[in-house]
């Protein structure tokens, strides 16, 4: 198949390379340094081509000459506006591994949606852990109780970060925490709301606190669940400091804390080595309620957030350079299907409560 890996020089973007050249695929490999992206290149046996994200004529290049792009190019605050334009000009399919919010309400507004249906493609980010494993189980659960009213979902494991994710979370240090409350996007303090949560297997139950998770956006478009919150475990003092920090979001709002913060982040964040990613699950779960009390549970682990953040990208490229009927703005379920996650490997099955 004919499709890019743009940010290929990153952690995600490296590691998805790698996986696709130890199946033997021939991605082409893109990214805006070049002494670094022929580095990955030369070691893979790929072809590479040099794009910066701000160069709009070599990413129109890049997507006229291949039928599938997979940005991995974070924080996708900077990159997928401009990657997501190329693709609709240039008619490729667009995915990435975003979790941020904004880049999934972007991407919903009518101009990107009817666009992209236009040029016959799928937009489709959060084709990563963030967030094809939630997205997929809060479909499941739709499916289960369609009278849903609300929908709470949460996730436990590994907290080691990639510089791109660390770099996202720095951002979202000056946005503060969201929740869906009656179908609309609703600002508020992290960790604003709070509950005991059984995540099952190893995790067991914990405090947990809610975070601005991508899903809070993503579910809606896939359920249409007008109440939506996501939590993590949390302690109790980290949930009030947390709050806390909603106060301080003009602060860390500001370029010179932003650059400063980044800069070490730099210096000082590497991602899991492949041992941490094979030792290491994640645990998912779910509940939706209906306005009569009737409710519907479920969990489930997978493998690390970066390999399944390998291997969902991956089987949603193939998807799509093999040719699909569909086009516009989609949430990986509804692209791919709820039951998806469940096809990809060592995921568990869903144990219903």
Known sequence: MSWVIYGA???SGGLL????AKAG????????????LKQVAQRLGLEYQVADVNDSAALAKLAANSSVIVNCAGPFSATAKQVIAACISGKAHYIDITGEMAIFEYVQTPEISEAAKA???VVCPGAGFDVVPTDCLAATLAQKLPSAVSLELGFAGSKQLSQGTAKTSVEGLAKGGFSRIDGELKSE????????IDF???VGKKFAMTIPWGDISTAYSSTKIPNIKVFVPASKATADKARGAYKLRWLFGLKLVQNFLKRRIEKTVVGPDADARAKARMYL???AMDAQGNTVEACFSTPNGYELTITAPLAIAEHLAKGVEMSGSMTPSQLMGADFVWTLPDVEALNWR
Do not use: C, D, M
């Open 9 to 11: 020089t990153g952690y």
């Open 17 to 20: 390379a790698e996986r696709a």
């Open 25 to 36: 695929l021939k991605p082409l490999l893109s990214a805006r340094n070049e002494e670094k």
């Open 119 to 121: 040029a016959g493609i």
């Open 189 to 196: 303090p992290v960790a604003q709301h709070t509950a005991e």
């Open 200 to 202: 099952g297997g190893a």
């Open 285 to 287: 779960w779910g509940k």
